[in-house]
């Protein structure tokens, strides 16, 4: 079982910066693709941002020249540092990882279990 924690949210004006991190624990035995999701009260889930064990990295449209996804690997921990947040990227914001385990001399690849989020809101 894998565990995934957020933090860093809050509230902030226009225009400030957050930086969020989500620390997986667990039975991992390398993690692939790391993603950052949020979602905004009424709407539905969205995929931010990932990046892969290299350093790749994608964006969704909205966040492209905002966000920054980075990963430690020796920590097993992703971040995403927000600049220029706008009101509408109030959502509670997500992680989750693509990632293998060793159980009984083979390799399996599975998905983390959603977190609990940490919340980001962006207002005056």
């Known amino acids: 079982q894998v565990q995934l924690v957020e933090s860093g949210g809050g509230l902030v004006q226009p225009g400030g910066s957050l930086r969020l991190s989500c620390v997986a624990s667990?039975?991992?035995?390398?993690?692939?693709?790391m993603d950052w999701y949020r979602q905004a009260p009424g709407k539905q889930r969205e995929l931010v941002a990932t990046?892969?064990?290299?350093?790749?990295?994608t964006y969704v449209d909205s966040v492209k020249g905002r966000f920054t996804i980075s990963r430690d690997n020796a920590k097993n921990t992703t971040y995403l540092q927000m600049n220029s947040l706008k009101p509408e990227d109030t959502a509670v914001y997500y992680c989750?990882?693509?990632?293998?385990?060793?159980?009984?001399?083979?390799?399996?690849?599975?998905?983390?279990?959603w977190g609990q989020g940490t919340q980001v809101t962006v207002s005056s």
């Open positions: 667990g039975s991992i035995f390398s993690i692939n693709d």
């Open positions: 990046i892969s064990r290299g350093g790749s990295t």
């Open positions: 989750n990882i693509d990632y293998s385990t060793h159980e009984n001399g083979r390799y399996y690849s599975r998905r983390g279990n």
